[in-house]
């Protein structure tokens, strides 16, 4: 704002709307201008942690709802009219896509967690309340139900037969040590990543795509051994309208749904409690409890 000198000869007054081109160069700053535009967007960039100016918990279990359930179903749908030897790839690039997507559809209004691992951990780093975290797992669980039964209507028996109502399964010649592994430390990468990407800061633009590009490389790297679930939402609901729709004589004894299915509960469980710990003793810059 400029302030105009007092001229005691009115004429000489300068009219505050003829400036030149020069005074406009010198009185402008474009580096305050762009640095202040770049503060209004990151605005924008989808939360994980809870804020005073927030949704209320029935519109976030509601985000948390829908984003498994479209969670779910992509990740199952995709298997259908996939060949057998692009299938790991096909499977990690559409569920690290359909992370991408949702965590920036629904991260303002929820955080997108999309995964109860994730919420456990960031129940442990302190920044979602418990009885928060505990609507949102449930929600989850719920939302992961309905896409899997969603998938059964979207597909005739004979499809949804050939991509076993797309459970996750440890693979052939792969015993539950070896898929407990798998699922602890992918599930340690994936919500290491979250914790530093969209919990610790609110500014990063790019979390979205770090946690999609995330699941790709950790579906690439153990999709065969245990499916890479790293969610125990994901593998929840499809497992038990497989075991409900499927008939008998269809469940390989080696593939039977609940068999080591516990792995995609505790192996996502330990490998939050690991990220948390190693975020709250060596990364956390703000730690602070949600009551």
Known sequence: MEVCPVYPDSENIPSPMVRSASDVILNSDPFNS????LKNSSDIVPKMVEDEKDYTIYSKCAAEFIAVLLFVYIGSMQAAGVFLH??????????????????????????????????FGIALVGRISPIHAVCYVVSQLLG???GALLVRISLPYKMYNVISAGA???????????????????????????????VDTDKNRLAPLAIGFS????????????????NPARSFGPNIMGQVFLKPEHLDAQYM??????????????????A???????????YRVLA
């Not at 749904?257 to 690991?274: C, D, E, L, S, T």
């Not at 190693?278 to 703000?286: E, G, H, I, N, T």
Request: glycine share 12%.
């Open 168 to 198: 996750t399964l440890c693979g052939k010649g792969y015993n539950w040590q070896e898929g407990l592994t798998a699922e602890i430390v992918t599930t340690y990468i994936l919500v290491q990543t979250v914790l530093l990407c969209a």
């Open 276 to 286: 948390a710990g190693v975020y709250r003793m060596f990364f956390a810059r703000d």
């Open 86 to 119: 692009d299938g790991v790839l096909h499977a990690a690039f559409a569920h690290g896509v359909a992370i991408f997507v949702l965590a920036a559809t629904f991260g303002g209004v929820s955080g997108a967690h999309i995964n109860p691992a994730v919420t």
């Open 34 to 37: 762009t640095m202040e535009n």
């Open 257 to 274: 749904y609940w068999n080591y299915h516990w792995i995609y509960y505790i192996g996502p469980i330990i490998g939050a409690f690991i």
């Open 144 to 146: 992961s139900v309905f």
């Open 215 to 230: 699941l790709i490389i950790e579906i690439l790297a153990a999709g065969a051994i245990s499916g890479a679930s790293m």
